[in-house]
């Protein structure tokens, strides 16, 4: 069973919190970190509403590229959501521990 089931917006927060990235780097770094791909329809339109959302904004272009940061609303939004997650991780994997035992 493949491990995807992260929301492409918790992946590019989570990319953008080691610093600001453009659309390529970001799928580079979604790659390398959580095995996933994006495809650029699913980036920008998450980029998109991320941006609506105050959760990150984009910065000056750099040449032809325009990169994005996350805001301080943002980091408190993602670090809650994992915060959860790990916490119903944990619940789960001992619940799944208890059932193979």
């Known amino acids: 069973m493949e491990s995807r089931f992260a929301e492409p917006s918790v992946l590019i927060?989570?990319?953008?919190?080691?610093?600001?990235?453009h659309g390529y780097a970001l799928i580079k770094d979604i790659?390398?970190?959580a095995g996933a791909t994006?495809?650029?329809g699913t980036l920008?339109?998450?980029?998109?509403?991320?941006e609506q959302r105050g959760?990150?904004?984009?910065l000056p272009a750099e040449e032809r590229r325009r990169p994005y940061?996350?805001?301080?609303?943002?980091?408190e939004a993602v670090q809650a959501y994992l915060e959860h997650v790990?916490?119903?991780?944990a619940v789960g994997l001992r619940r799944l521990g208890a059932a193979h035992a």
């Open 13 to 21: 927060l989570v990319s953008l919190a080691s610093g600001p990235k």
């Open 31 to 33: 790659e390398e970190v």
């Open 38 to 40: 994006l495809g650029p």
């Open 44 to 50: 920008y339109g998450a980029l998109s509403r991320l």
């Open 55 to 58: 959760l990150i904004e984009a």
């Open 69 to 75: 940061r996350i805001t301080a609303a943002g980091a």
């Open 86 to 89: 790990r916490q119903v991780a």
